[in-house]
T-cell receptor, first 112, second 113 residues
Framework: GQQLNQSPQSMFIQEGEDVSMNCTSS?????WLWYKQDPGEGPVLLIALYKAGELTSNGRLTAQFGTTRKDSFLNISASIPSDVGIYFCAGPHPSGTYKYIFGTGTRLKVLA | ETGVTQTPRHLVMGMTNKKSLKCEQH?????MYWYKQSAKKPLELMFVYSLEERVENNSVPSRFSPECPNSSHLFLHLHTLQPEDSALYLC????????????FGPGTRLTVL
């Protein structure tokens, strides 16, 4: 079935470092969403992308809608300890717009 | 701050118990969703409601029974669950169900003994 693959699966970084992660699909997506999930909590929407090539920022976070429409990227600049969590990409399933597909997640740990 | 609330946040139940999970959204949305999140697996869509009508039952066993009495409230009734049903159950809402961004509640951590 349709799947979104995220890379890396997990990463340990030092506080202050920049972080890059990506999400790839075998199908074209018209919307890309990035969520963050803290332990024991629900995912919180960070950034939504609606157009190929679009680059959108939310504070220290920047996400891009890949030009092929099969990938998206999320960057975090100058990481801080509260950036710890799992980052998910998501998008509407190509066959049914309300069916979201979620990526496998990138688990981020920040070392102070 | 979240526009979607869920209660209880944690629930432990035996396989013969009956319990219910509650979700409430304060965003004026028309669509609500139940997801299951198991360890190391992507979120699994369970049910979708639009304007209080169920539009999707994603092959969920009948021991899970959803109820949507109005557009702000969504319940998940549980009975005779199995240990493998232990997971984080997440509720979400969106303005409409056709592709609108979904906003999640904090989830209910369910443990079935």
């Amino acid at each position: 079935g349709q799947q979104l693959n995220q890379s890396p699966q997990s990463m340990f970084i030092q506080e202050g470092e920049d972080v890059s992660m990506n999400c790839t699909s075998s199908s074209i997506f018209n919307t890309w969403l990035w969520y963050k999930q803290d332990p024991g909590e629900g995912p919180v929407l960070l950034i939504a992308l609606y157009k190929a090539g679009e680059l959108t920022s939310n504070g220290r976070l920047t996400a891009q809608f890949g030009t092929t429409r099969k990938d998206s990227f999320l960057n975090i600049s100058a990481s801080i300890p509260s950036d710890v969590g799992i980052y998910f990409c998501a998008g509407p399933h190509p066959s049914g717009t309300y069916k979201y597909i979620f990526g496998t997640g990138t688990r981020l740990k920040v070392l102070a | 701050e979240t526009g979607v609330t869920q209660t209880p946040r944690h629930l432990v139940m035996g396989m013969t118990n009956k319990k219910s999970l509650k979700c409430e959204q304060h965003l004026g949305h028309n669509a609500m969703y139940w997801y299951k999140q198991s360890a190391k697996k992507p979120l699994e869509l369970m049910f979708v409601y639009s304007l209080e009508e169920r539009v999707e039952n994603n092959s969920v066993p009948s021991r899970f029974s959803p109820e949507c009495p109005n557009s702000s409230h969504l319940f998940l009734h549980l009975h005779t669950l199995q240990p493998e049903d232990s997971a984080l159950y997440l509720c979400a809402s969106s303005q409409d169900f056709e592709g609108d961004t979904q906003y999640f509640g904090p989830g209910t951590r369910l443990t079935v003994l």
